[in-house]
């Protein structure tokens, strides 16, 4: 985080903050951590700590094939802006299914193979996250 140096009556302190949690800061003088208590309140950031669930990898970001169904998953948080599509469509291969904003961008969404679309479970406005299945083609 920080990293300070103090001297107290002669001697020389290396000071680094690795990490301040409430008001317990973990701190490290001289290479030994101490846990020191802190009387003054810490400022919090304003940016909020994002925790997200650990996704399995797979082969694909954007497709997960059980027996003869394609599952469409979103590659990106993001919201569905348009669908193409609907259920009971035939679809070749590279055809547009859906169109989505993620990180400000538009990403259109192919199909992955041709089939017929099986189900749709999204609706335009919807917000979905990363590996959210859209669609499946079968």
């Keep these: 985080m920080k990293n300070f140096k103090f001297t107290i009556k002669g ?8 990490e301040i949690e409430n008001n317990i800061a973990k701190v490290e003088v001289n290479g030994t951590v101490y ?8 400022k919090e950031t304003k940016t909020p700590t994002i ?3 650990n996704l399995p990898p797979s082969k694909e970001h954007k497709t997960l094939i059980t027996s003869q169904i394609t599952k469409i ?6 919201n569905i802006m348009q669908i193409f599509v609907k ?3 035939n679809v070749e291969k ?8 993620a990180m400000k961008m538009e990403n259109t969404i192919l199909a ?9 479970n999204v609706i335009s406005g919807d917000s979905v996250l990363q590996g959210d299945t859209l669609l ?3």
């Excluded at 001697?11 to 690795?18: A, K, Q």
């Excluded at 590279?94 to 904003?101: A, N, T, V, Y």
């Excluded at 992955?112 to 749709?120: D, F, T």
């Design 11 to 18: 001697h020389v302190y290396d000071v680094d903050i690795l």
């Design 35 to 42: 846990e020191v208590e802190i009387h003054k309140q810490v």
């Design 51 to 53: 925790v997200r669930q």
């Design 73 to 78: 998953n979103a590659p990106l948080p993001g």
């Design 87 to 89: 259920e009971g469509d």
């Design 94 to 101: 590279e055809d547009k299914l859906l169109m989505m904003e």
């Design 112 to 120: 992955e193979k041709s089939g017929i679309i099986k189900s749709i």
């Design 136 to 138: 499946e083609i079968e």
